[in-house]
Nanobody, 120 residues
Framework: VQLQASGGGLVQAGGSLRLSCAAS????????VGWFRQAPGKERDFVAT????????YYADSVKGRFTISRDNAKNTVYLQMNSLKSEDTAVYYC??????????????WGQGTQVTVSS
C-alpha cells in the first residue's frame, strides 16, 4: 500500500484543518488506518485510528472531542478532521496502514507526512 498524506498548513489557534490520506496499491479496505504526529525534538505519537470498515475508531486523549477520523473506501481515502486546534497540535502528521487497529504502532506502510502549524 502506498500512502500520500496531504492537507496540512498554517492555521490560527481555534481553527480547523482536514488532512487526507490517499492510498493506492493493495486493497485499501483490507487495512486499518492510523494517524500519528511528531513534533520537533519529540517522539512520534499516536493520534487516531479507524478500522478497515470504518465502524470502529480510537483516539488519543489529547485529541478526543476535537479530531474525527473517517474513511471513504470508494475513494481509497482516510480523513482527519481537526477542530479547535491548539499550538501543541503543531507537528508533522503521518498516516499509516496496518492489518488491524491493534497493530497500528507496528504499521508496515507509512505516508510521507504533512506539516501542521498552529499559531497562537
Amino acid at each position: 500500500v502506498q500512502l500520500q498524506a496531504s492537507g496540512g498548513g498554517l492555521v490560527q489557534a481555534g481553527g480547523s484543518l482536514r488532512l487526507s490520506c490517499a492510498a493506492s496499491g493493495r486493497t485499501f479496505s483490507d487495512y486499518a488506518v492510523g494517524w500519528f504526529r511528531q513534533a520537533p525534538g519529540k517522539e512520534r505519537d499516536f493520534v487516531a485510528t479507524i478500522s478497515w470498515g470504518g465502524s470502529a475508531t480510537y483516539y488519543a486523549d489529547s485529541v478526543k472531542g476535537r479530531f474525527t477520523i473517517s474513511r471513504d473506501n470508494a475513494k481509497n481515502t482516510v480523513y482527519l478532521q481537526m477542530n479547535s486546534l491548539k499550538s501543541e497540535d503543531t507537528a508533522v502528521y503521518y498516516c499509516a496502514a496496518s492489518p488491524s487497529m491493534e497493530t497500528m504502532n507496528e504499521a508496515r506502510y507509512w505516508g510521507q507526512g504533512t506539516q501542521v502549524t498552529v499559531s497562537s
